[in-house]
């Protein structure tokens, strides 16, 4: 495998797993007794468009992700950006702890190779990122068709980038099905213009593998979650959402103390619930199939 599908490999997964406070007060907000309530009647939403943020303490380093997009279920479109830079931080780091020039990793020190986009329209799936640049034909800016066969001919995993649009992010909703004790209302906040709930309450990763289980859903996102919290040998996990009026989610946080793999907190927010979602395909004189991409040595 060459060190650019070695990187592709290690990378993009993370994108697939990737493919989301004023005060005020409502005398008709909903009393909510249990998560699954919320998880249920935002799973329910036909469209929206969501942000995710990831922070992760690795020693005196710190990992951030970052991803925006939206989903249309009824018309099965979906978009999603991906923001990886601060890894170019990281590898700057290592390129000068071990002499290595600027750029001397084929460019991974810039920010700019760290980003990925991502389009599902229907039953096709379209990828452009500044790490395909050496792999595209000229002139060409996007790949589409099957993702998961191109990556088993070219040594580069990209099949969950591909499945990104079945990986929605509304499967992050099954972790509150492991809800556990009491449920703390903390207040009445605005969370994107929209007036909820704050609630705080504890989540058990036991109960939450066992409820995911049960369901079609729980796929990456919350498998993933649940096993880095085993690992770390955590018995709960603290988490704050924030509920509108109409039971759906609007935000939330986990956030994860551990002493093998550092601190790290998981925040997403859905919103614009029920709005159109603009989903444009690129132009196809930008794209090249799956079959075009071109190893590099």
Do not use: N
Request: hydrophobic fraction near 40%.
């Amino acid at each position: 495998m060459t060190r650019r599908a070695l990187l592709l490999f290690l990378v993009l997964p993370l994108a697939g797993a990737m493919l989301l406070a004023g005060c005020a007060g409502s005398a008709s907000a909903p009393v909510v007794e249990d998560l699954a309530q919320v998880a249920d009647a935002s799973r329910d939403a036909e469209t929206a468009s969501f942000s995710l943020r990831v922070e992760q303490e690795l020693g005196d380093r710190s990992l951030s992700i970052a991803a925006d997009g939206a989903f249309d279920t009824p018309e099965k479109r979906a978009r999603l950006s991906v923001d990886l830079s601060s890894l170019a931080t990281i590898f700057a780091q290592f390129d000068k702890a071990f002499g290595v020039p600027a750029g001397g990793l084929e460019g991974l020190d810039d920010p700019a190779k760290w980003k990925v986009e991502a389009i599902q329209d229907g039953t096709k799936v379209y990828l452009s990122s500044p790490l395909l640049e050496g792999a595209l034909p000229k002139g060409k800016t996007w790949v589409s068709g099957d993702l998961e066969k191109l990556g088993k001919g070219q040594g580069i995993d990209l099949g969950q980038v591909g499945a990104f649009g079945e990986s929605d992010p509304r499967e992050a909703l099954d972790i509150l099905r492991g809800f556990s004790g009491d449920l703390e209302q903390v207040g009445r906040e605005s969370v994107r213009g929209v007036d909820t709930t704050h609630y705080r309450a504890t989540l058990d990763p036991e109960k939450i593998a066992a409820e995911v289980g049960k369901s079609k859903g729980g796929g990456d996102l919350v498998g993933g979650l649940v096993d880095q919290v085993k690992q770390a040998g955590l018995r709960e996990i603290p988490v704050d959402v924030w509920v509108d009026d109409d039971m759906l989610l609007r935000r939330l946080e986990l956030k994860v103390s551990s002493t093998q793999s550092g601190d790290a907190t998981f925040t997403m927010e859905l919103y614009d619930y029920g709005e159109p979602v603009d989903v444009t395909p690129p132009p196809a004189d930008q794209v090249a199939d799956a079959s075009q991409l071109r190893t590099t040595k």
